[in-house]
């Protein structure tokens, strides 16, 4: 069965480290930082100029005025600091974030990304996304593996306008966990219930499967 959108977050939190400076993009990584494992401290950061955000709120701690680059409404834990966004990209271009994730329309095997722009669509646009992915070696895509209309995001050469080239090593989608390698996809991890099988068909790009393909427990 198909990885949900929380199961995904609880996954890629496992990929977080102590004291590192982490930032969520839109979408599926923002659930993230409901899954930072207990007792880790982790400094969670929005571009729009937050560093130190906590956990979605519940009804009674929402403050419309604290909210993340989504313009969801979210926490700041004990210690969070507010600054400006120029501040906020600094931090990005210097090379400050140990860890982003980040969600796409696309990846191909040569890591480049797709995750701003449908021709004929209307999406939110670039974002921080462009400078995220130029200022951080520590990147994790987390994205469906295929559209809603079948068909994969994991290509052989991306088809839409691409955010950044070569930059991205390791995705996580809603039915494996994979890396990019020598040009190509290398299975490491499987969703529960899902086969090999299954994911070779749902991957356009070239796809290497290892005999020691391991199924994801949660």
């Known amino acids: 069965m198909a990885l949900s959108r929380e199961q995904m977050a609880r996954r890629v939190a496992r ?11 839109i979408g599926i990584p923002t659930l993230v930082a409901n899954y930072v494992p207990e007792g880790m401290d982790v400094m969670l950061q929005s571009e729009n100029g937050l560093l130190g955000m906590g956990a979605f709120p519940s009804e009674a701690e929402i403050d419309a005025d604290m909210i993340n680059a989504g313009k969801q409404t979210v926490t700041a ?10 501040e906020s990209f600094a931090m990005i271009r210097g090379g400050h974030v140990d860890l982003t994730v980040l969600g796409a329309f696309e990846v191909d095997v040569e890591g480049n ?9 209307l999406v939110k646009g670039m974002g ?8 951080a070696d520590n990147i ?3 994205m469906t593996h295929a559209s809603k209309d079948g068909e994969s995001k994991l290509l ?6 691409l955010t950044g080239a070569g930059c991205i090593r ?8 994979l890396e990019i390698d020598n040009g190509a996809f290398v299975l490491r991890e499987r969703a529960p219930g899902v086969s090999v099988e299954e994911i070779v068909a749902r991957t ?13 427990t949660f």
């Open 128 to 135: 921080g996304a462009m400078d995220l992915v130029a200022g």
């Open 15 to 25: 990929e977080l480290k102590d004291g590192y400076y982490v930032n969520l993009g």
């Open 77 to 86: 834990r004990p210690g969070a600091s507010i600054f400006s966004s120029a």
């Open 170 to 177: 390791r995705v996580l989608t809603d039915l494996a966990y």
């Open 204 to 216: 356009a790009g070239r796809l290497i499967v290892p005999d020691d393909v391991v199924e994801m």
């Open 113 to 121: 990304i797709a995750s701003w722009m449908i021709p004929g669509k």
């Open 156 to 161: 052989q050469r991306c088809s839409l306008p």
């Open 140 to 142: 994790i895509v987390t």
